[in-house]
């Protein structure tokens, strides 16, 4: 990565152009010199926000049918050299005149059922009794309510509304209540009048509609608009993240990728840019962004990546790959129910069908972790927590006897995760060794693999009771030699030495722990099962014997198994992004300290 400073004439005219042409281009990663503030930018983002408001409105009309005739007087919005910004205006306006409507339906609504409710009187009875000096006030109370008044003689019950009782109070005081209760409006309008304005006002939200319909038909005229704003939006925040010198040039400090400096440097000069591409300076390197070429396989662990905040330094390696294998593999060893990878599975194809299976990586993701849950479930004999599933003649022939979840051997898959933690931190180190191949470095991190091998041999001796090798102790002993030699060669070698000694012990004491950590696979893929199970002796234990009991166990199975489904895709983000992000981290010395190439790109407008 090459940082980059670059000069532009400061006119307003110019600025624009060269900036788009720049976005364009799409490979510069600004680093922003001060904060964007200017009110053509807060203009814009008003704009963006209606346009989007606008499409929103017109979203809701995509499977509606048309059914009223074309309307030729609506303008064709295309041809207007400010199209966009009118045809908002229209579909804004004619969706506030819609909840106008809407809410003159409801009132409307409420007046006739009022009526309904309360007997057929007039308003103007109830006005010619206000001027003779008596009022009436109307109250719904539920039974212990009334209780408290039914001695008064000024109250009158007239019926019943849904287990309340329609009460009247009759006074000479218009602002008496009866106790502390809400009072019940009068309608607005007499009943005659009510039914013929709400006639008139279904008519006039039918002609809404068919008018937003029609307006539904250039929709693409608001995305192309909204798109002209996102550029001018992201134009103007690139413009001002810039310093103006004198009001005649800007600049930008930004970093560039190796491989696209001819492609910039041909442009620049096509443009007559002024720019300075060199070296990061070592105090600069916390700023310069990272830019990760993951194989297209691997891509697919992007969104737990961009979910956690994960980006590598910059002199970091890219864990991206051993990240996506061992989180689909502890994935499906923390959930481990193959009918639970199943409905993964069903839900993901649902919904990617409903987004008519556009090419999203959340989706590859998803496929892939249902894939990894259902073939762990399968090994293990796992349907939904059911014995009686995995007895059945198919499935029973495919499940491993020594990993079945129920009758398997217990002590040899918990050994197996801590080989798995072994082999885990192994690749992190021999990562670190691959990266130092041209020093003696990497000698050192041998050294620690030996180390993480005798630790796993500790704890199956002290966790599982499994005897441990004699060579063990040659592990630990040859292990601490090539670290404590070769951790830090380019310090004074007895200095070096000590300082490696020294942090030995810790670190050992570290790496323990981080064997010890991957028994939660087994611990929480245990649990998943459990609950499971119990949910199954819950709904179906003492048989169904009648349909009320019928209905209890399916709401029993569907909210049991859902909640556990839950709990498990938690565990997942917990525990299985924890022994990636730390443990394996931890050794592979990645801290995610980086921050993300983002280059000033107008190719790919979202809206």
């Known amino acids: 990565m090459k940082k980059l400073m670059l000069f532009m004439p400061d006119s307003a005219v110019d600025i624009d152009a060269e900036l788009t042409a720049l976005g364009e281009l799409g490979v510069i990663h600004i680093a922003p010199l001060q904060a964007a503030k200017d009110e053509s930018i807060e203009r814009v983002d008003a704009r963006i926000k209606q346009l989007r408001q606008a499409i929103s409105v017109l979203d809701r009309y995509d499977d509606a049918e048309h059914t009223g005739a074309k309307n030729d007087e609506i303008t064709d919005y295309s041809t207007l050299e400010r199209g966009a910004v009118f045809l908002m205006e229209k579909v804004l ?147 001002f993240e810039g310093l103006s010198v004198d009001k005649q040039v800007r600049f930008w400090k930004g970093f560039i990728p190796i491989e696209h400096v001819d492609k910039f440097v041909e442009t620049a000069e096509e443009r007559h840019w002024g720019y300075i591409i060199e070296d990061p300076l070592p105090e600069e390197m916390e700023e310069v962004p990272t830019l990760v070429r993951t194989p297209r396989w691997a891509q697919r662990i992007q969104p737990v990546m961009d979910f956690m905040g994960l980006v590598p330094g910059y002199q970091e390696m890219d864990v991206s790959r051993v990240f996506m294998v061992f989180f689909t593999f502890f994935t499906g060893i923390l959930v481990g129910d193959a009918g639970y990878g199943l409905v993964f599975l069903l839900i993901t194809f649902l919904v990617h069908r409903k987004k008519k299976f556009t090419k999203r ?66 690749v992190g180190h021999l990562q670190v060794a691959w990266k130092f191949s041209n020093s003696v470095r990497a000698l050192a991190q041998l050294g620690w693999i030996a180390i993480i091998w005798g630790l796993y041999l500790i704890v199956n001796q002290m966790v599982l009771g499994i005897d441990a090798p004699g060579f063990m102790v040659w592990l630990f002993i040859g292990g601490a030699v090539f670290v404590a030699l070769f951790s830090k060669p380019g310090t004074s070698f007895f200095k070096g030495m000590l300082s490696s000694i020294g942090n030995l012990p810790l670190s050992i004491i570290n790496g323990f722990s981080d064997i010890i950590s991957y028994i939660r696979l087994y611990a929480v893929g245990l649990s998943t099962v459990l609950m499971a199970a119990s949910f199954n002796q819950m709904a ?48 592979a010395n990645v801290e995610f300290s980086g921050n993300e190439y983002k280059p000033f790109n107008l190719k790919d407008n979202k809206q």
């Open 93 to 239: 306006d004619a969706e506030h005149h819609r909840q106008e409507l809407e809410n003159m339906k409801l009132n409307l609504t409420s007046d006739i059922a009022w009526f309904q409710n309360w007997g057929d009187i007039t308003l103007k009875d109830i006005k010619d009794l206000n001027q003779k000096g008596i009022w009436i006030k109307t109250y719904l109370l539920d039974d212990k309510e009334l209780k408290k008044i039914s001695d008064r003689e000024d109250i009158q019950v007239v019926g019943k509304l849904n287990d309340l009782n329609q009460v009247i109070l009759l006074t000479r005081d218009a602002d008496e209540r009866l106790l502390d209760l809400e009072e019940l409006p009068f309608p607005q309008n007499e009943l005659e009048n009510a039914k013929e304005l709400l006639i008139a006002t279904n008519n006039d939200l039918e002609s809404n509609k068919e008018f937003l319909l029609e307006l539904h038909k250039q929709k693409e005229v608001l995305h192309e608009g909204l798109k002209e704003r996102l550029r001018r939006f992201n134009v103007r925040n690139i413009q």
């Open 540 to 587: 179906i234990g003492d048989g169904i014997t009648t349909v009320v009991s019928g209905i209890g166990a399916v709401l029993v199975l569907i909210l049991g198994h859902g909640l556990n489904m839950i709990l498990a895709a938690m565990a997942v983000l917990v525990h299985g992004v924890r022994l990636n992000m730390l443990e394996y981290a931890g050794h």
């Open 361 to 426: 990586i959340e989706f590859s993701l998803i496929y892939t972790l249902s894939v990894s849950i259902m073939f762990w479930g399968v090994l293990t004999g796992t349907y939904f927590g059911s014995e009686a599933i995995a007895e059945l003649p198919v499935l029973r022939s495919l499940k491993i006897d020594a990993l079945a979840s129920f009758g398997g051997d217990s002590l040899i898959i918990q050994k197996i995760m801590f080989l798995i933690g072994a082999v885990h931190l192994t």
